[in-house]
């Protein structure tokens, strides 16, 4: 049997509406929050990098995360806008007299992140859905077919021999591998019938035939298709631009090679905005 977690976190005369504050739960901080005078207890820190929620912004229903934008639901925990995946741990509050009281299962409080979907396997001769681009975007998507109840095949190709893994960290931490970085670790694709296809870089399109041919000579037919490979560094028409000195960034090994070849070094970025800065 479950083992809960019952603590009086606070009297309701000490919040004004519209208010968040951390509260300690069984030694973990869950974020309580007082909006049209109603109290809600959500995990204390956004599931993207871990910033703390209290330092974020509250709106009508949802709050947002202080450092890159997530937003997630006050009631439900859910994720409605990223960056991240996941939703956050939500937790039972009740008022007994003027105390305000938070009730939660001792092994939910391990972690404040919550992935909303249940194992999957899909059955031969269901539609296909296909999704070309194994970043955060095709993934998302993937996840959200199985969150939402579709049954059918759901193929994720991804040009790069890596797993799905967050972009954005590059520029943060240049030294990063690929595996501390990953979305998803490996199993997760195969638990949830998420059919992941690496180092599959599709050439052609055929939307009458609904095919997609891949440069390894491979085809697959299609019902559904999202296209989501995102952007790739703008290629100066310069004199000198194809230099071994001359490095743009978008995958982990190019991250790694402009630390190792930077260090002690002059260094020029071209470009000042989110990434060069």
């Known amino acids: 049997m479950a083992e809960e977690v019952i603590a009086v976190v606070a009297k309701t005369g000490d919040f004004k509406d519209n208010e968040m504050r951390e509260v300690e739960v069984g030694g973990t901080k869950v974020l309580l929050i007082k909006q049209r005078g109603e109290f809600s207890a959500i995990g204390s820190k956004c599931t993207h990098l871990g910033a703390p929620l209290v330092k974020g912004c509250l709106g009508l229903g949802r709050v947002r995360c202080p450092w890159h934008g997530a937003c997630f639901n006050i009631k439900t925990g859910d994720i409605e806008d990223f960056p991240g995946l996941d939703s956050l741990k939500t937790y039972k509050v009740v008022i007994e007299a003027e105390n305000v009281v938070v009730k939660a299962d001792k092994k939910s409080l391990e972690s404040h992140k919550r992935v909303g979907i249940c194992p999957f396997a899909p059955k031969d001769g269901e539609k296909t859905f296909l999704i070309i681009g194994g970043g955060p975007a095709g993934l998302e998507c993937a996840e959200t077919l199985r969150r939402e109840g579709f049954k059918g095949n759901v193929i994720l190709a991804s040009r790069e021999n890596i797993l799905p893994y967050d972009r954005p960290k590059l520029s943060k931490a240049m030294s ?20 992941l296809r690496l180092g599959k870089e599709a050439t052609k399109l055929n939307l009458a035939e609904k095919k997609v041919t891949f440069a390894d000579g491979e085809s697959l037919s299609y019902d559904s298709l999202l296209l989501a490979t995102g952007s790739k560094p703008f290629a100066l028409p310069v004199p000198g631009f194809e ?8 995958e982990p090994c190019q991250a790694n090679k402009i630390v190792k070849e930077a260090t002690g070094k002059r260094v020029i970025v071209i470009g000042t905005s989110f990434i060069g800065m």
Do not use: C, H, M
């Open 243 to 250: 230099l071994q000195n001359v490095l743009v960034l978008r």
């Open 176 to 195: 990063v591998t690929a595996e501390s970085i990953a979305l998803r670790p490996k199993e997760f694709y195969s638990t949830n019938g998420i059919d």
